[in-house]
């Protein structure tokens, strides 16, 4: 009588593995749950507030530094970094103000956004064919088109100037009481980028370079080319979301969007895009800006000052990002 074959031992997976398996294979997910978790904070700790003028706000807030943070997410992912979106950002809101009057809408929209192509493909050579680290070109060009800004400004003797109407309507309006106007400019901006990155070659060059740029050179992919593309990109972008705080704030001036520069890159690296390059999303991105949108108003409603809701606002930002480096970093 022949004996059953002897079971083979195969390694078990314990809960704790699995879990950080689902997070490294999943990363919207625990931040999905972070978000849940700081909006319910918050509505317990004002159970007072109308939830859907909350949203609302919450959502006009997060749009343009979304936006932001995908410059930072597709250009990270080639293992580079854009400081001069804050700048690119101030300077559309602030021409387009100051054009609007003698100029026309069209005028005041456009030329703002053929100056950011123009940054953006001079930080693209830059780093592309001259080799330059993306954060010295950038940060250096960040700082050229401050100083171009305030000299507009004085040349047009404006301290700020009143905001387009209609930019203001898109920025600030909302739809049945909590939908953002904002989101008709999103919502397409946004598939683009997610649809870019994971169906177009274009977005398979941007992972390639970002993980091994010696192998994308020797597949015959330019990346120079490649780069100048992607940076002008970004000022574009830049440009949009400059557009959108200026609607959502009510103000232009040439340090308009200074205080999203930093979130920006957060919001990238928390959504799981790595700086060193070839791996993330723009999806992650995006649940990162609301997480720190939401994580902003939760420290504002405890009536933190402003020191101390930096600190704890920086805290946050290095604990998930830490986090996520240690679940997605198993193997």
Known sequence: MS????AVNEPRTSAAQTVMRTFRDRPVVPLLVLLGILA???IGLNPRTNITEWVASTLRAAIPLAILAGCQTIVMLTGGIDLSVAATASMSAFVA?????????????????VIAVIIGVINGIGSGVFRVHPLIMTLGMGLVVFGASNAWQL???????GVPPEIRQIGSATVLGFVPVSLVVFVPLALIIVIGLRRTGYGRLLYAIGDNPIAARLSGARSWQVLVVLYAISAVLAAIAGYLISGFTN???VTLADSY?????????IGGTSIFGGRGGYTGTIVGALILTVATSLLFSLGFPEAVRQILFGLLIVLVAAGYARVTGET
């Open 155 to 161: 040349l047009t003797v404006k301290t700020s100037s």
């Open 261 to 269: 520069l930093l979130p920006s890159v957060a919001a990238a690296v």
């Open 3 to 6: 004996s059953a074959p002897a």
């Open 97 to 113: 103000a100051s054009l609007l009057e003698q100029q026309g809408l069209a005028v005041a929209i456009i030329v703002p956004l």
């Open 251 to 253: 103000v232009a001036s």
């Open 40 to 42: 319910l904070a918050f």
